[in-house]
């Protein structure tokens, strides 16, 4: 129900837009839901990377990706996206757009609709 795309492999100081089409149950999302991405490199654990509240358009990003990614989303065309630049050698992992009912969370466990990741690879 929810489609990432945009991943690839970039060389370090590079960009990638990361689009994930959001189609959940209905089709629509609501005021009160939260996207975000989340990010999974090789024998580490999920980290939470940016999110956004649909209605109001609240941002939060992780410390570690603050300043270089910005979330954003469309209404009209249902789909969040990840502007990523400068990118590092560190950022290279396995993103996920995932969908939370309510509540700006870092936590994973508060996201109940995950996409199936796109692979972001960055070269030093």
């Known amino acids: 129900q929810l489609q990432a795309s945009g991943g690839g492999l970039v060389q370090a100081g590079g960009s990638l837009r990361l689009s994930c089409v959001a189609q959940?149950?209905?089709?629509?999302?609501?005021?009160?839901?939260?996207m975000g991405w989340f990010r999974q490199a090789p024998g580490r654990e999920r980290e939470f990377v940016a999110a956004?509240?649909?209605?109001?358009?609240?941002?939060y990003y992780s410390d570690a990706v603050k300043g270089r990614f910005a979330i954003s989303r469309s209404s009209a065309e249902n789909t969040v996206s990840l502007q990523m630049n400068s990118l590092q050698p560190e950022d290279t992992a396995a993103y996920y757009c995932?969908?939370?009912?309510?509540?700006?969370?870092?936590?994973?466990?508060?996201?109940?609709?995950w996409g199936q990741g796109t692979l972001v690879t960055v070269s030093s």
């Open positions: 995932a969908r939370a009912p309510k509540g700006l969370s870092m936590n994973p466990l508060s996201y109940d609709s």
């Open positions: 959940v149950g209905s089709g629509r999302l609501f005021s009160s839901h939260v």
């Open positions: 956004i509240r649909w209605g109001v358009g609240n941002t």
